[in-house]
């Protein structure tokens, strides 16, 4: 069993960074795929991006360009930088480890198996 434990969240400034990390009982290497998702209030959640055992990485295109994920496999940590943050940024964030699927980490919520229990960022 891993568990999962966000870090990080907060309120900035439109235009700010953030830095969340994931801290994993068990190796972030071992997992095939690793992935954030956010849920914006009043939305669906969604994928923000994936980093596959090789350190492959993903992205959605609202989040391309300004978001970097990175993992740690020595200390089991996952980070997600966000720079060039938005109003529309705004949302829980969650960490999740879980299965590739054909061999590629696509972040499938249903290939999930192992989630954070979120943290709140706010940009204003």
């Known amino acids: 069993h891993v568990q999962l434990v966000e870090s990080g969240g907060g309120s900035v400034q439109s235009g700010g960074s953030l830095t969340l990390s994931c801290v994993g009982t068990?190796?972030?290497?071992?997992?095939?795929?690793m992935a954030w998702f956010r849920r914006p209030p009043g939305k669906e959640r969604e994928g923000v991006g994936t980093?596959?055992?090789?350190?492959?990485?993903g992205y959605s295109n609202s989040v391309k360009g300004r978001f970097t994920l990175s993992k740690d496999n020595a200390k089991n940590i996952l980070y997600l930088q966000m720079n060039s943050l938005r109003p529309e940024d705004t949302a829980v964030y969650y960490c999740?480890?879980?299965?590739?699927?054909?061999?590629?980490?696509?972040?499938?919520?249903?290939?999930?198996?192992?989630w954070g229990q979120g943290t709140q960022v706010t940009v204003s």
């Open positions: 068990k190796s972030t290497a071992s997992a095939d795929c």
């Open positions: 980093i596959a055992s090789d350190g492959t990485t």
């Open positions: 999740a480890a879980g299965r590739a699927s054909g061999g590629y980490c696509i972040g499938l919520p249903r290939l999930m198996d192992y």
